[in-house]
Nanobody, 126 residues
Framework: QVELVESGGGLVQAGGSLRLSCAAS????????IGWFRQAPGKERESVSS??????????YYADPVKGRFTISRDNAKNTVYLEMNNLKPEDTAVYYC?????????????????WGQGTQVTVSS
């Protein structure tokens, strides 16, 4: 059982930045991979980014639309994963979810993640 709580969403203008946080209540957080997903109105949920747990030697995953603009990071001492979003675009508007899996390996497939937060709204105006 992993409880995840997202925060940091809000309304920003195009070109602006936001940092999302995902706080986890997990006894094995440092060994778990965390993913960020988003779902825009009328669209399917899609993977945004994912970060591996400790000692995997595997780098993070970024979906093509966010490469070069978003950065995922984690602070295991705080049981928190962050998603720094820069140069935001209107098409980034969505509800953003974080998710955790027992495996330490990052993944872009939502079926790998067994625990989900309730999401935080990100709205980017033009």
């Amino acid at each position: 059982q992993v409880e995840l709580v997202e925060s940091g969403g809000g309304l920003v203008q195009a070109g602006g930045s936001l940092r999302l946080s995902c706080a986890a209540s997990s006894r094995t957080f440092s060994r778990q991979a965390i993913g960020w997903f988003r779902q825009a109105p009328g669209k399917e949920r899609e993977s945004v980014s994912s970060i591996s747990g400790s000692s995997t030697g595997v780098g993070p995953y970024y979906a093509d639309p966010v490469k070069g603009r978003f950065t995922i990071s984690r602070d295991n001492a705080k049981n928190t994963v962050y998603l720094e979003m820069n140069n935001l675009k209107p098409e980034d508007t969505a509800v953003y979810y974080c998710a955790a899996r027992d495996s330490p390996f990052a993944s872009n497939w939502e079926g790998n993640f067994g625990s989900w937060g309730q999401g935080t709204q990100v709205t980017v105006s033009s």
